[in-house]
């Protein structure tokens, strides 16, 4: 899939540590007018392998969202000892309008959880420009029994996002996990989807823009 989706559209607010060369100037509620183009750099990890990732943009240039068609871990029973824990980065290349600059203000995550009572699951993210640190994970923990579709969502304050630095293009990695522990009910198997059995889960990311200074 590497450098082989484009993307129409925008993106949300950006959880990272990275500070942009230059600070955006003001506030700017509505998504520019001209088209965002997304371009899939790299697709890596035994979550997404080659083809089980898509990326599009919404219409309106307010976010972005991933869909995965075999992003699954699972313990006990007779799975694979390294099933328990996988995970997908994705690298983007962010082509905004002139004089914008964006941020990630939100994730939404969602799939399809069964667990087995005394098993244990979590869903965690991370997220950083190209050249900065990445953010501290955002973790997600859930707890056996359970069986049924589950959703988490990410979110920064505005005052604490972290924009991309105007005028320069810094691709944007986004790293997420999934990883089951089967608990006291190591003979039965407990499982985590982001994708399901009627139909391909999505991940949104949600955009924040701004103007760059003049």
């Given amino acids: ?21 230059q600070s955006p100037s003001s506030v700017f509620d509505d998504p520019p007018p001209d088209k965002i ?6 697709v890596n990890g035994s979550g997404c392998p080659a083809g089980t990732a898509a990326v599009a943009v919404s219409p309106d240039n307010t976010a972005f ?14 799975s694979d000892p390294t099933a328990f824990r996988k995970n997908c980065q994705l690298n983007l290349v962010v082509h905004v309008p002139q ?38 994970p955002v973790t997600h923990p859930y707890r056996g029994p359970y069986n049924d579709d589950w959703q988490a969502t990410d979110t920064t304050d505005w005052a ?7 005028g320069v293009l810094r691709n944007f990695n986004i790293n997420t996990e999934l990883r089951v522990n ?23 990311y949600h955009f924040a823009w701004e103007h760059c200074p003049k």
């Fill in 1 to 21: 899939m590497a450098g082989g989706l484009l993307l129409s559209g925008a993106v949300a607010a950006l959880l990272t540590t990275a500070l942009p060369a």
């Fill in 182 to 204: 089967a608990g006291s009910s190591p003979s039965k198997v407990s499982f985590m989807t982001m994708d399901s059995t009627d139909g391909d889960i999505s991940t949104t």
């Fill in 65 to 78: 969202t991933v869909t995965y068609s075999n992003y699954l871990a699972q313990a006990g029973g007779n």
């Fill in 99 to 136: 004089g914008f600059t964006y941020a990630i203000a939100s994730a939404d995550y969602r799939g399809f959880l069964s667990l087995q009572s005394g098993a244990t699951a979590t869903q965690k993210a991370s997220y950083y420009f190209q050249g900065s640190s990445a953010t501290v």
């Fill in 37 to 42: 183009v997304i371009d899939v750099a790299t």
């Fill in 160 to 166: 604490q996002m972290v924009w991309a630095p105007c």
